[in-house]
Nanobody, 124 residues
């Protein structure tokens, strides 16, 4: 099956930017829709962003609209999450996920494949 590997996390100050990458191996990303989720300590994993197979449609959770941008480069089997104007509340482990089929892009149960996560820490 497909393996997903996130990278690009790190420690930044509030107001700064970071770009996360999710590289897929085993087959091309064009076969799958993809999403980003995040989980802060003691909190439930939550939906962040979603992108369709060709990148024609994207959706975001309300708290990141206008600040985060999801995109993909299918030729490189990679999906990205550009995060601008980062806030302390954005601190979490970020996970990318993919699925060949979906009914609701914001539900964890929709996704068949998950990466190991990458830590994003935003300090004030």
């Amino acid at each position: 099956q497909v393996q997903l590997v996130e990278s690009g996390g790190g420690l930044v100050q509030a107001g700064e930017s970071l770009r996360l990458s999710c590289a897929a191996s085993g087959r091309t990303f064009s076969t799958y829709v993809a999403g980003w989720f995040r989980q802060a300590p003691g909190k439930e994993r939550e939906f962040v962003a979603f992108i369709t197979r060709e990148g024609s449609s994207v959706y975001y959770t309300g708290s990141v609209k206008g600040r985060f941008t999801i995109s993909r480069d299918n030729a490189k089997n990679t999906v990205f999450l550009q995060m601008n104007s980062l806030r302390s509340e954005d601190t979490a482990v970020y996970y990318c996920a993919a699925s060949r089929y979906y009914t609701n892009f914001s539900r964890r149960e929709t996704y068949d494949y998950w990466g190991q996560g990458t830590q994003v820490t935003v300090s004030s």
